[in-house]
C-alpha cells in the first residue's frame, strides 16, 4: 500500500491529550493524519490513499484503517463522511454509493480497526469545526455558516463555537432547483460557465440561507475556494464572505476535534477555549 503524499515521518507519541488523529473520506481520496488540538497543524504529513471503487462501506472502512495502520495510531480517532450521520448511522448518500444507507459506519469503521473507538461526522460538520477555530473564523462571534463547494454543497453551522450538526443546505430548494444543483462546482464546470455566470446562482443560494438564518459570516470551503479572489469579490449577497483557510486539512482537523472533545450529531460540545 503506498501512500500518494510524501512519506511519514510519524511521531511516535500518540497519548497526548492536545493530540488527535482524522480521517477525511472524499470522493478520489481517504486523507488521514496526527493533529495538534492547539494549534490546528497537523503533526508529521498525512497520507491520502485512493478512495476505493466502488466506494462501498466494507471498501472504505479497509481503506480508512490502512491510513490509520500508516501512522500506529491507536487512540480514538473520528473520520468524516458526505452526507447526513446520526449516531454514527448514515441517513443520506446523495454523491455516494447507495449502499451507506442505513449503515452504522462507526462500528463498520471500528471492526476494521484495533478497538479504538471512532467518531463518524459530516465531512462539511468537520471542516466548519476546524474554520471555525482554527482558520477564517477564528477571531469571529456570532453565527458562522460554512460552505463547501465541491460535487456537491456541504454546509455547517456553527455559532459561538457550538456546532448545530447535519444542517444540509446543499438540499435546500433554491428557486425551484436544489441547491446543489444549481451552484455547487461541479455544475460550473459541467456547464462551462465563467466566474462572473457561477456566482450568479452562488449568491442566489447565499441569499436563501441567509434570509433564514441570518448568519454573521459565510465562510466558502471547498477546492474552488483556492480561487476565492477570483469569485468571492462578485458575490451580491449581504453577509460577509471569506475564504476558507486550512485548506485540504480542515475535515482532517474537524474529525480529529469531534472524537476528542466529544463532538457527534447527539452530543455536541465544541466550545471556544
Ligand atoms: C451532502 C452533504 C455533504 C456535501 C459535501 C452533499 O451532497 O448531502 O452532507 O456535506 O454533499 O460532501
Same mark, same amino acid.
Given at each position: 500500500m503506498t501512500a500518494t503524499d510524501s512519506p511519514v515521518a510519524a511521531p511516535t507519541t500518540n497519548g497526548s491529550q492536545r493530540r488527535g488523529f482524522g480521517v477525511d473520506v472524499g470522493g478520489s481520496g481517504i486523507k488521514g493524519g496526527i493533529v495538534d488540538l492547539e494549534t490546528g497543524a497537523l503533526i508529521g504529513e498525512r497520507v491520502k490513499l485512493p478512495t476505493p471503487q466502488p466506494a462501498t462501506p466494507e471498501a472504505v472502512a479497509r481503506t480508512v484503517a490502512a491510513v490509520v495502520r500508516e501512522f500506529g495510531w491507536t487512540e480514538p480517532l473520528g473520520v468524516t463522511y458526505p452526507g447526513v450521520v446520526v449516531d454514527g448511522v448514515v441517513r443520506t448518500a446523495a454523491n455516494v454509493d447507495k449502499s451507506w444507507l442505513g449503515v452504522n459506519a462507526k462500528e463498520v469503521f471500528e471492526s476494521h480497526l484495533d478497538g479504538q473507538q471512532v467518531t463518524v461526522l459530516n465531512d462539511a460538520d468537520a471542516a466548519g469545526l476546524a474554520e471555525e477555530r482554527f482558520g477564517a473564523g477564528?477571531?469571529?462571534?456570532?453565527?458562522?455558516? !460554512?460552505?463547501?463547494? =465541491?460535487? #456537491? /454543497?456541504?454546509?455547517?453551522?456553527?455559532?459561538?463555537?457550538? %456546532? &448545530?450538526? $447535519?444542517?444540509?443546505?446543499?438540499?435546500?430548494?433554491?428557486?425551484?432547483?436544489?441547491?446543489?444543483?444549481?451552484?455547487?462546482?461541479?455544475?460550473?464546470?459541467?456547464?462551462?460557465?465563467?466566474?462572473?455566470?457561477?456566482?450568479?446562482?452562488?449568491?442566489?443560494?447565499?441569499?436563501?440561507?441567509?434570509?433564514?438564518?441570518?448568519?454573521? !459570516?459565510?465562510?466558502? =470551503?471547498? #477546492? /474552488?475556494?483556492?480561487?476565492?479572489?477570483?469569485?468571492?469579490? %462578485? &458575490?451580491? $449577497?449581504?453577509?460577509?464572505?471569506?475564504?476558507?483557510?486550512?485548506?485540504?486539512?480542515?475535515?482532517?482537523?474537524?474529525?480529529?476535534?469531534?472524537?476528542?472533545?466529544?463532538?457527534?450529531?447527539?452530543?455536541?460540545?465544541?466550545?471556544?477555549?
Open positions: 477564528r477571531d469571529r462571534t456570532g453565527v458562522i455558516v !460554512l460552505l463547501t463547494f =465541491g460535487t #456537491g /454543497i456541504g454546509s455547517a453551522v456553527i455559532h459561538n463555537g457550538v %456546532l &448545530l450538526p $447535519n444542517t444540509e443546505f446543499g438540499h435546500i430548494e433554491v428557486g425551484g432547483k436544489e441547491a446543489e444543483h444549481r451552484a455547487a462546482s461541479s455544475v460550473k464546470e459541467k456547464k462551462g460557465w465563467s466566474y462572473q455566470r457561477w456566482t450568479e446562482e452562488v449568491t442566489k443560494v447565499l441569499v436563501a440561507i441567509e434570509n433564514a438564518i441570518w448568519p454573521d !459570516l459565510f465562510i466558502v =470551503g471547498g #477546492g /474552488i475556494s483556492r480561487k476565492a479572489d477570483k469569485w468571492v469579490p %462578485l &458575490l451580491k $449577497n449581504r453577509t460577509p464572505v471569506v475564504a476558507a483557510t486550512l485548506r485540504n486539512t480542515a475535515g482532517i482537523v474537524g474529525a480529529a476535534m469531534a472524537a476528542v472533545e466529544g463532538i457527534t450529531a447527539a452530543n455536541v460540545t465544541a466550545t471556544h477555549q
